[in-house]
Nanobody, 128 residues
Framework: QVQLVESGGGLVQAGGSLRLSCAAS????????MGWFRQAPGKEREFVAA?????????YYADSVKGRFTISRDNANNSMYLQMNSLKPEDTAVYYC????????????????????WGQGTQVTVSS
């Protein structure tokens, strides 16, 4: 079992920044990949970013956030982060962190179906 808790959401003006955090507990944090997804009202939940279990250079981004968002993790503190810069109104959504426990090598998936555990979500609202 893995428990995930997101924090750091809020209301920000376009062009601003926010840093989301995801605190994990349960299984050894460094043994699984992690990802961020988001869901806007009336839309499907979509991939945002993912990071392999070791982190480092093994990070992956949706084209819509590449160059603006940065995913990272701190395995010593069982935490993952999403630094969001140059925010746009279209980034408004509930953001979810998720854990992929499959342990296949040192990579991370873009696909919702590969993630086993999800947090409750944190709301990010970007005003124009």
């Amino acid at each position: 079992q893995v428990q995930l808790v997101e924090s750091g959401g809020g209301l920000v003006q376009a062009g601003g920044s926010l840093r989301l955090s995801c605190a994990a507990s349960g299984r050894t944090f460094s043994s699984y990949a992690m990802g961020w997804f988001r869901q806007a009202p009336g839309k499907e939940r979509e991939f945002v970013a993912a990071i392999s279990k070791s982190g480092g250079a093994n990070t992956y981004y949706a084209d819509s956030v590449k160059g603006r968002f940065t995913i990272s993790r701190d395995n010593a503190n069982n935490s993952m982060y999403l630094q969001m810069n140059s925010l746009k109104p279209e980034d408004t959504a509930v953001y979810y962190c998720a854990a992929d426990l499959r342990g296949y090598g040192d990579y991370a998936s873009r696909f919702r179906k590969d993630y086993d555990y999800w947090g409750q979500g944190t709301q990010v609202t970007v005003s124009s």
